[in-house]
């Protein structure tokens, strides 16, 4: 069976920070809000959105990634799993009773 890639829109609608950043981008192109009539400041904004926008991806990168990293440890030791299912003794120190 061959596996089919989302579309970009179902991909970024998983990762609703990403799509934040992808239509910012869109609206400095669009000049959204009137304030970009020099392609200094279009510039600087499109650093600014880039830069935050690569912090973002690599956040969700590294959430992803220990996500399913646990995932896979807790099926090759599915006996941790099982273990701490039941109660906790607590060991402490015990008194003599004197």
């Known amino acids: 069976m061959e596996n089919k890639k989302a579309s970009l829109e179902e991909r970024l609608k998983a990762r609703p920070e990403l799509r934040q950043r992808v239509e910012a981008m869109l609206d400095i192109v669009e000049d959204e809000k009137g304030d970009l009539d020099k392609a200094n400041a279009a510039e600087e904004r499109v650093i600014a ?8 991806a690599i956040t969700c990168w590294a959430k992803e990634k ?12 599915s006996n ?19």
């Not at 220990?66 to 030791?77: F, G, M, P, Q, V």
Request: hydrophobic fraction near 20%.
């Open 49 to 56: 959105e880039l830069q935050q926008m690569g912090k973002e």
């Open 66 to 77: 220990e996500s399913k990293k646990t995932e896979e440890y807790l099926k090759t030791n």
């Open 80 to 98: 941790i799993k099982k273990k701490n299912k039941g109660k906790k003794k607590l060991i402490g120190i015990q008194h003599s009773g004197k």
